[in-house]
């Protein structure tokens, strides 16, 4: 059974920071682009940044690019966020797609197919 569990979401003032973790467990040996999500109430669910782990690329946003950084070790993938602002405000879900299919497009939701429950960020003005 697949499991991704994410941690580390709260409460923060502008300019803070936060790390997001997300621990996966039941993946298949053979997976491609691992990804962070967020949501916010009302909008459509938009990709933040993703890394494929097999060829070292990573993709951000461009609204968190400078600001955010995606890593991942073995069965962890994490978020580091700094310098946050109040419009970073959202859900934040893990994804992982097990097609490299996703690098077509690594921000389209279609292509991942395994996904984590969400931690909740909130940035404070």
């Known amino acids: 059974q697949v499991q991704l569990v994410e941690s580390g979401g709260g409460s923060v003032e502008a300019g803070g920071s936060l790390r997001l973790s997300c621990t996966t467990s039941?993946?298949?040996?053979?997976?491609?682009?691992m990804a962070w999500f967020r949501q916010v109430p009302g909008q459509e669910r938009e990709g933040v940044a993703a890394?494929?782990?097999?060829?070292?690329s990573t993709y951000y946003q461009p609204s968190v690019k400078g600001r955010f950084t995606i890593s991942q070790d073995k069965n962890t993938l994490w978020l580091q966020m700094n310098n946050l602002k109040p419009e970073d405000t959202a859900m934040y879900y893990c994804?992982?797609?097990?097609?490299?299919?996703?690098?077509?497009?690594?921000?389209?939701?279609?292509?991942?197919?395994?996904w984590g429950q969400g931690t909740q960020v909130t940035v404070s003005s």
């Open positions: 890394t494929y782990p097999r060829g070292g």
């Open positions: 039941g993946l298949p040996s053979a997976t491609a682009c």
């Open positions: 994804a992982v797609a097990s097609s490299s299919q996703c690098l077509v497009s690594w921000s389209a939701e279609p292509g991942y197919n395994y």
